[in-house]
């Protein structure tokens, strides 16, 4: 069943956007009395009737909800810095939104060579992974923020950050983080994070974390740790 974006549905009667309309009937080619289903991403999953295929402005009838559709008992926050090749963060965007990602905050740190993220871009990215994959929450995107900003700033739950240096000790993440806990991580750029960057995390109470010993890409690296979590909470 297909499944279109509502964020202010409120009701037993609902219109779709111009967008939503537009793909729900041209490109869909759904009718009267076809079968959908909304989330609003805020946690709710709706099923729904389309009584006037308007590719407008379609109308619906709501038929059920399910409150607190697929939610987590934790929440998991990925903070990482934005890519030198963008096409690149956005496939992290999309692909840690499918796996189960709450939060996202382009971090700017001393290696960073492409501060600036596309906003606009990346918040339909988000929509389409969080329908393609049917959540009911949408994942929030901060502004990007300074490495300094960001480690001194309070975050609930078990504190980590990746990264490659073995100056340090690292532990794996499923020895630092436990199935229920809420969990911040810290993903670097393709230069990794500074000596001096790590070193500002760990006073601030950041764990320093590995994800085996294959050298990944931060895309990648992004993916591997959402994963992990993932699976810890299964």
Not at 144 to 160: I, L, N, Q, T
């Amino acid at each position: 069943m297909q499944v279109f974006y509502a964020p202010d549905i409120t009701g037993d009667i609902y219109t779709l956007d111009e967008k939503e309309s537009r793909h729900c009937i041209r490109v869909l080619r759904m009718t009267t009395g076809s079968r959908i289903r909304l989330i609003d991403g805020k946690g709710s999953l709706y099923e729904a009737v389309i009584t006037s295929p308007d590719p407008g402005r379609c109308s619906l009838s709501i038929t059920g909800v399910t409150r607190e559709f697929e939610t987590r008992n934790y929440r998991l926050h990925i903070a990482i810095s934005p890519l030198k090749n963008y096409e690149r963060f956005e496939w992290f965007i999309e692909k840690s939104v499918e796996i189960g990602v709450d939060e996202i905050t382009p971090l700017l740190c001393d290696n960073t060579e492409k501060p600036g993220i596309k906003r606009e871009r990346v918040s339909s990215l988000i929509i389409s992974a969080m329908k393609q994959s049917l959540k009911s929450t949408l994942t929030v995107l901060n502004e990007p923020v300074s490495f300094a900003d960001f480690v001194k700033a309070d975050h609930e739950g078990r504190r980590m950050i990746a990264h490659c240096s073995t100056d340090s000790v690292r532990s794996r993440i499923g020895d630092v983080c436990r199935k229920g806990e809420n969990a911040t991580l810290l993903i670097g750029p393709e230069g990794d994070f500074s000596l001096k960057e790590i070193k500002e995390a760990v006073e601030a109470g950041f764990a320093p974390v590995h994800l085996g010993n294959s050298r990944l890409r931060s895309e990648t690296a992004g993916i591997a740790a959402c994963c992990t979590i993932y699976y810890i909470n299964q």
